[in-house]
T-cell receptor, first 114, second 115 residues
Framework: GDSVTQMEGPVTLSEEAFLTINCTYT??????LFWYVQYPGEGLQLLLK?????DKGSNKGFEATYRKETTSFHLEKGSVQVSDSAVYFC?????????????FGQGTELSVKP | DADVTQTPRNRITKTGKRIMLECSQT?????MYWYRQDPGLGLRLIYY???????NKGEISDGYSVSRQAQAKFSLSLESAIPNQTALYFC??????????????FGEGSRLTVL
């Protein structure tokens, strides 16, 4: 079945460091891909998305590119801040036959130190 | 006020007890979902509903039931709670348009502990 695999956390970085969180997927067909973020004590919220191969999603300085050839959607940010400390979830859906049902990776906790 | 509200936010109960988690939304969305979050496992779909008359099992529905009382309300019940149902539970919503782009709107979660 369809699945998402993320790099294990926790990831601890110093402020202004470069961030990469790896995400790979397995899917039949052509999924849409997402990054959700969960700040402490809150629900998840959509960070960025890409709906077809080679699309780049971006938001709040974060970027991810949909790579069909490597079935990947790695999250990157050039300079992290303490306020980026959160749990990040990679997810996929097959839009037209799953009606919005998302399949999530296991989540990667990011901690940014001053 | 939050667009997606879950009650209770925290609950501690004992094995065998019946528990209901409630979700209400003011977004006017047709679709509602219940997910469970466990450390290292991410979020897994329990049940989902595309409208009041349409309820579907998700990946891990055993031991759970749901009720869609109205467009805005979707409740999750554990008829006889067991310790491995200890988890953080999330309600989420989407409409046809946002659902077809994969954007769900989440509540703040209900943390359930079964002793």
């Amino acid at each position: 079945g369809d699945s998402v695999t993320q790099m294990e956390g926790p990831v601890t970085l110093s402020e202004e460091a470069f961030l990469t969180i790896n995400c790979t997927y397995t899917a039949t067909g052509y999924p849409s891909l997402f990054w959700y973020v969960q700040y402490p004590g809150e629900g998840l919220q959509l960070l960025l998305k890409a709906t077809k191969a080679d699309d780049k999603g971006s938001n709040k300085g974060f970027e991810a590119t949909y790579r069909k050839e490597t079935t990947s959607f790695h999250l990157e940010k050039g300079s992290v801040q303490v306020s980026d400390s959160a749990v990040y979830f990679c997810a996929l859906t097959m839009i037209y036959n799953q009606g919005g049902k998302l399949i999530f990776g296991q989540g990667t906790e990011l901690s940014v130190k001053p | 006020d939050a667009d997606v509200t879950q009650t209770p936010r925290n609950r501690i109960t004992k094995t065998g007890k019946r528990i209901m988690l409630e979700c209400s939304q003011t977004k006017g969305h047709d679709r509602m979902y219940w997910y469970r979050q466990d450390p290292g496992l991410g979020l897994r779909l329990i049940y989902y509903s595309f409208d009041v008359k349409d309820i579907n099992k998700g990946e891990i529905s055993d031991g759970y039931s749901v009720s869609r009382q109205a467009q805005a309300k979707f409740s999750l019940s554990l008829e006889s709670a067991i310790p491995n149902q200890t988890a953080l539970y999330f309600c989420a919503t989407s409409d046809y348009a946002s659902g077809n782009t994969g954007e769900l709107f989440f509540g703040e979660g209900s943390r359930l502990t079964v002793l």
